[in-house]
């Protein structure tokens, strides 16, 4: 059984066709993956509940060993195939490189290639593919959670992103496989998150960006649904991690404790560190307790200290914010709202300093991990349909459901009444007879199971394509409403590419009191709508099995069959065909069932003599000989 | 003639319609699909239409309209997870025969 989610009124999509988006966080040292589901927007866990996935891939000579927290965990052992950060050298040329890359863990292979190659176990691997592959793992994770194929994604990029880097992150997401709907601005990611794109006035949002391991604040103005970066300031070496790196140097000086080149320690002093650092975002003061060899260290980190700790970190980061607004030609007074997004920005100081820099609240109720992912979910969701974006676009919706007659007299609709247009919805469907060259489509309009209860709206005919046997031919039917309303029906045949179209304006001379009246009548008829189609179904059924039995015993009934035999399937045939003209579905389905029983035998032999046709000729051995080398 | 949500659907729709804000409750419906297939349908309903019935479960509106009712009478709307994924189910008696993964179905 299927696990559905909950879609907006009148955005159901067919089965097998839902429009699966999500939003993916391609970060420097962790990624995340979000999607709305039944309308709330989540940060997707893996099996674990871990909605963070670290940005790192180790190599083997295989490919992936490792991916995301089990490669960060195994780094230590294989510094050099396990590539992190691979984000700052992203859309980079190697002479971009060689003087940022200092004190990054990469051996650069040396070729003549402008793009720069990371020297792995597994070969040479550019940025590109590297980040594919964690855009593949991330894809898997959506994949899985929501049951299908992603239709879109939306990706986001830091918002001083070049053209070279955009267009590098979007190769790797078509190398992992993926669609992106758009590259998103980080920033413009964590206002959507929070509503801000739906502003009734234009506004000013500033977006402070605190992660593990760089900073950047940026500057957005949205005008008429619009966002526009005006500018954008940080550093690419600031961030948590230098937080932790304060708080062990402090406990250092304060036990005289000698680190030197001991990489365990360091490790574990950072850890600890880690620790107290989150307690102190809700607690007065921590404990710093380690116990490493014969070192021990116990020793209580009050707020108060760890703020001083942290002030220099706060004050450089109000510099580059200082930065942005002269750029931007904008005063502190004039931005209508502070974002705060990454991690670092639970710490109380940082919210507090930023807050009395703006003179404003700060929008903080989102987690700020999570908030970019989760304003790239919330686009791409818009993207791949699934929202009546109302806000952004004056939208009509289709009074009455538009469909396509089907054999026997069936309405199959394609667009449902209430969707909002512009429109387009596609549907395949196929031929009825052996050798069909060609297909007359029908568009009709209205609620009722049965063609003659509908409104016709016109006809075509698709012609010319290859005979082929009944159900093996694939026509794929498009049905597209524009903003005007204006429909369009087009068919093409997959194999031959022959293809027709017509033009309608579907609500032309129907006024409100009839587009009333035709729903009301479905409703009324239900009833008998569902038993006549499922008659005309039966009928229909009927009519196929007759034909193809027809078909068949014209060929070789006599060959297969003796005269006893015969007579039996001659007279359920005859039965099927009496009980069709009948207004009973049951009757007709029996009388099928029946003919199915008696016909067994035929089939059967049928396919033992055309398997012994195909063998014909050739023994055992011969096909032995065949295969083997000579 | 009724349609029931267990309790662990009837909290994710609470859930879900507290999140988007507004909505009279769930529609469900359903719509014919493929050759001879229905598929179900479940949005958040904003409106009534003529003719629509309502039931009330474990305080959610579930919203229908008659034709539809025809086909999920006796429904009972679950909600499940299956590894990482998770969502809706309907326990529909009126199902003969379903696609392979139960997205389609004829009665």
């Known amino acids: 059984m299927a696990l559905l989610q909950i879609s907006e009124p009148g955005q159901s999509t067919a089965p097998h066709q839902h429009r699966l988006a999500a939003g993916i966080d391609l970060g420097t040292t962790n990624s995340l993956v979000a999607t709305i589901k039944s309308g709330l927007a989540s940060v997707l866990p893996d099996d674990q509940g871990e909605v963070i996935f670290p940005s790192v891939v180790r190599y083997g000579k295989d490919g992936v060993a490792a991916i995301g927290k089990a490669a960060r965990d195994q ?14 050298l992203i859309g980079l040329s190697a002479e971009d490189i060689t003087e940022s890359s200092a004190g990054m863990m990469f051996k650069l292979e040396k070729t003549d290639s402008s793009v720069p190659r990371i020297a792995t176990d597994a ?30 994604v939306v990706v986001t990029v830091p918002a001083y992103f070049d ?14 496989g993926l669609n992106v709907y758009r590259l998103v601005n980080e920033p413009t990611a964590a206002a959507i998150a929070y509503g801000l794109d739906r502003a009734d006035a234009d506004s000013t949002i500033a977006v402070y960006d605190l992660g593990g391991g760089t900073f950047d604040i940026s500057i957005l103005k949205l005008e008429k649904g619009v966002f526009e970066v005006l500018s954008t300031a940080g550093d690419t070496a600031l961030g948590g991690d230098d937080i932790d790196n304060a708080i062990v140097d402090w406990v250092v000086a304060q036990h005289g404790v000698e680190v030197g080149g001991n990489a365990g320690l360091q490790r574990t002093l950072l850890d600890q560190a880690r620790v107290v650092k989150h307690a102190l975002s809700t607690n007065d003061q921590a404990q710093f307790s380690i116990q490493h060899g014969e070192l021990s260290i116990n020793s209580t980190v009050s707020l108060e200290t760890f703020n001083s700790l942290v002030a220099e970190l706060i004050q450089n980061t109000l510099k580059s914010c200082r930065n942005a607004l002269r750029q931007a030609k904008l005063k502190k007074n004039q931005i209508d709202n502070v974002v705060m997004v990454g991690g670092s920005t639970r710490v109380p100081a940082v919210r507090a300093a930023v807050s009395e820099f703006f003179e404003r609240e700060v929008l903080t109720d989102i987690n700020p991990d999570e908030v970019v992912a989760i304003g790239a979910a919330l686009q791409a969701d818009v993207l791949a349909g699934n929202k009546p974006d109302s806000d952004m676009l004056l939208l009509d919706v289709i009074p009455l459901s538009l469909g396509i007659e089907t054999h026997g007299g069936l309405v199959e609709q394609i667009i449902p009444r209430n969707t909002t247009i512009p429109a387009a919805r596609a549907q395949e469907f196929t031929t009825y007879k052996d050798g069909q060259t060609a297909m007359a489509l029908h568009v009709v309009q209205g609620e009722r199971d049965l ?7 016109g006809r075509f005919e698709l012609r010319g394509f290859n005979p082929v046997v009944a159900g093996q031919a694939r026509i794929q039917v498009t049905f597209q409403v524009d903003a005007d309303g204006l429909l369009t029906v087009s068919a093409v045949e997959r194999d031959s590419g022959v293809q027709a179209e017509v033009q309608i304006k579907p609500s032309y001379g129907l006024r409100d009191s009839e587009i009333e009246s035709m729903i009301r009548d479905s409703m009324t008829n239900a009833q008998q709508d569902v038993a006549a189609r499922m008659l005309q179904e ?16 014209a060929k070789d009934a006599d060959e297969f069959l003796d005269e006893n035999e015969k007579q039996k399937i001659v007279d359920a045939r005859e039965a099927v065909v009496q009980s069709s003209t009948a207004t009973d579905a049951d009757s007709i389905k029996s009388a099928l069932r029946v003919l199915e029983k008696v016909s067994e035998v035929y089939v059967s032999r049928r396919m033992n003599a055309s398997i012994g046709e195909a063998m014909k000729g050739k023994t055992i051995d011969s096909y032995e000989k065949q295969d083997s080398p000579t | 003639m009724a349609i029931t949500l267990t309790d662990a659907a009837a909290d994710r729709v609470k859930t879900f319609l507290d ?18 297939g229905m598929a179900y349908v479940i949005e958040f309903a904003d409106e009534l239409d003529e003719g629509d019935v309502v039931f009330e479960d474990n305080s959610i509106k579930v919203i229908i309209d008659p034709k539809s009712l025809v086909y999920l009478d006796g429904t009972e709307l679950d909600f499940g997870k299956e590894g990482l994924n998770e969502g809706f189910k309907f326990n529909n008696p009126n199902v003969k025969d379903e696609c392979g993964c139960g997205e389609s179905f004829t009665v």
């Open chain 1, 123 to 152: 070969g040479a691997k550019t940025a590109i593919e590297v980040s594919a592959d964690i855009l593949r793992a991330l894809r898997t994770r959506a994949e899985l959670s929501l049951g299908g194929e992603l239709t879109g």
């Open chain 1, 538 to 553: 039966q009928r229909v059924e009927a009519e196929r099995a007759v034909e193809a039995l027809d078909a068949a015993m």
């Open chain 1, 163 to 176: 053209d070279t880097q955009r267009q590098a992150t979007k190769d790797a997401a078509k190398l992992a």
């Open chain 1, 451 to 457: 063609v003659r209860d509908c409104r016709s709206l």
């Open chain 1, 75 to 88: 780094a230590s052992e294989d510094p050099y195939n396990t590539i992190s950060s691979v984000k700052r």
């Open chain 2, 19 to 36: 999140n988007r804000g507004k909505g009279l409750g769930l529609r469900l419906a359903v719509r014919t699909t493929g050759c001879s």
